[in-house]
Structure formats: structure tokens, C-alpha cells
């Protein structure tokens, strides 16, 4: 499996810096197989998302550094955004949200375990779980090394998230791709990922096995975004 080292990940708005991934940390943070980003909201989790797909606002600027046996490219980072429902095109049918084969699209949707035949309809006429496994299967199209998850369970019921989760492990095992999932869902989270980073105010202030994080957390704001997850079921406060 690949893996990436994060050295750097800087993110400004003119003199003010919005996320410095490591200030805390006097190392780097290696993905190698599956990491998870969590944090309450603004922490800066997405931006830092956005940051490795060069997708930051004008009006921000960054710094990204990083080791790897591959280069990040358009070509080998798969994404898949919070809310299906808005990810495709209502008015296109899903065989021409895809840019490649017929027959390369009847392979994708079986691998996400879809009717082959869905191709031919709108993203209306699909549920939630079918919309995000036609999201997914679009991110495999280019056979990514790193697949960078953005919330993918928020807008799923729970049957839905238990399914989605399942099949990113098992594509994973397919497809040998690396895991930065961004998710305020610990169960989701404990299902997929082995490693964890807490992040407050832009910066990671705890990481590690992520089993060994939840039994026993050394920072006061892991404790508490663990206690009000385990009762609230999301990392908000």
C-alpha cells in the first residue's frame, strides 16, 4: 500500500493564519492506511481537505508539503463530498456523469454493488445510499492512490451509513487505496480507520491508534469530543 507524509499544511487569509496543521506536533503525520480527521465544527478539517485538492478560495493562500512514493495529482486523489443529493447534475442521467467506458461504468457500479441498470436514470429517481454509492464509484474511476472522504455518511440514514461503511472497507482491500476520512461520526470512524488527529482551531492537538485514543485520551478537548459524540452521536459542541 502507499503512503504519504503530511510535513506541512499552512492555510491563510492574508496575516492571519486559519489552519496550521502541525503547530502542535514536532513531526509529521504519516497516512498509511486510514486516518481520521475530527474536530467541532471549524476546526478545519475541510480546509485542509480542500488544501490537498487545490480547491481553496482565491482569497486564501497555503503552504503544502508533503513525502510520498507518488505524486498527488487530479488523476489519483478521489474525493467524495458530504451530501450526495448535490454532488451530480439532477437533470443528467448517471451513465454521462461518468468519463469513461460503458463497459468501465457497468464495472464500477457492480464493484459499489448497484443494479447496472441505474445508469440509466436521474439522480432523482435514486435514494441517499444508491447517490453515494454512485459517488463513489465515479472517485474510483481514475483509480486513485488516496481516497479523501468529506463527511460521506452526514445525509444517510442509519442502514445506509452501516452499508456505505462496510463497502469502503472492502474497496480498500480491492483497490489498496489510502483513507483521510473527515467525519464527525465515531462509529463511522471506528469501523474504517486505525489511526486518528484531533484537531482544535486548525491545529492537531492529539493523534494516534485511534483505539487507544477513545479508551484513553491525554487531551482534556479529545475527552470531551469523545463524551458528547458517545452521547449526541456527533463531535458538536
Known amino acids: 500500500m502507499p503512503k504519504?507524509?503530511?510535513?506541512?499544511?499552512?492555510?491563510?487569509?492574508?496575516?492571519t493564519i486559519l489552519v496550521n496543521l502541525l503547530h502542535n506536533m514536532d513531526h509529521s503525520i504519516t497516512i498509511d492506511s486510514s486516518l481520521a480527521f475530527v474536530g467541532q465544527s471549524g476546526s478545519g478539517k475541510s480546509l485542509s481537505l480542500k488544501t490537498i485538492l487545490a480547491m481553496l478560495p482565491n482569497n486564501l493562500d497555503s503552504q503544502f508539503e508533503y513525502e510520498?512514493?507518488?505524486?498527488?495529482?487530479?488523476?489519483?486523489?478521489?474525493?467524495?463530498?458530504?451530501?450526495?443529493?448535490?454532488?451530480?447534475?439532477?437533470?443528467?442521467?448517471?451513465?454521462?456523469?461518468?468519463?469513461?467506458?460503458?463497459?468501465k461504468i457497468d464495472e464500477l457500479l457492480s464493484l459499489v454493488k448497484l443494479d447496472i441498470n441505474l445508469k440509466n436514470k436521474f439522480p432523482m429517481q435514486l435514494s441517499g445510499g444508491q447517490l453515494q454509492r454512485v459517488v463513489i464509484a465515479i472517485a474510483?474511476?481514475?483509480?486513485?492512490?488516496i481516497l479523501l472522504l468529506d463527511e460521506p455518511t452526514t445525509a444517510l440514514d442509519d442502514t445506509s451509513k452501516q452499508i456505505i461503511t462496510e463497502l469502503f472497507k472492502e474497496l480498500q482491500q480491492k483497490f489498496n487505496f489510502l483513507m483521510l476520512y473527515v467525519?464527525?461520526?465515531?462509529?463511522?470512524?471506528?469501523?474504517?480507520c486505525q489511526n486518528i488527529a484531533i484537531l482544535k482551531d486548525g491545529s492537531i492537538c492529539e493523534t494516534g491508534n485511534l483505539e487507544t485514543i477513545i479508551t484513553s485520551p491525554k487531551n482534556d478537548y479529545t475527552k470531551e469530543l469523545i463524551d458528547s459524540n458517545f452521547k449526541n452521536r456527533e463531535f458538536r459542541v
Do not use: A, V, W
Open 4 to 15: 504519504i507524509k503530511i510535513k506541512k499544511l499552512l492555510i491563510k487569509q492574508k496575516d
Open 68 to 103: 510520498s512514493d507518488f505524486e498527488l495529482t487530479k488523476d489519483n486523489i478521489g474525493f467524495i463530498p458530504q451530501n450526495p443529493f448535490t454532488s451530480l447534475s439532477p437533470m443528467t442521467k448517471i451513465y454521462k456523469q461518468f468519463f469513461c467506458s460503458e463497459e
Open 140 to 145: 474510483l474511476s481514475n483509480n486513485p492512490k
Open 183 to 192: 467525519s464527525h461520526d465515531i462509529e463511522s470512524i471506528k469501523s474504517i
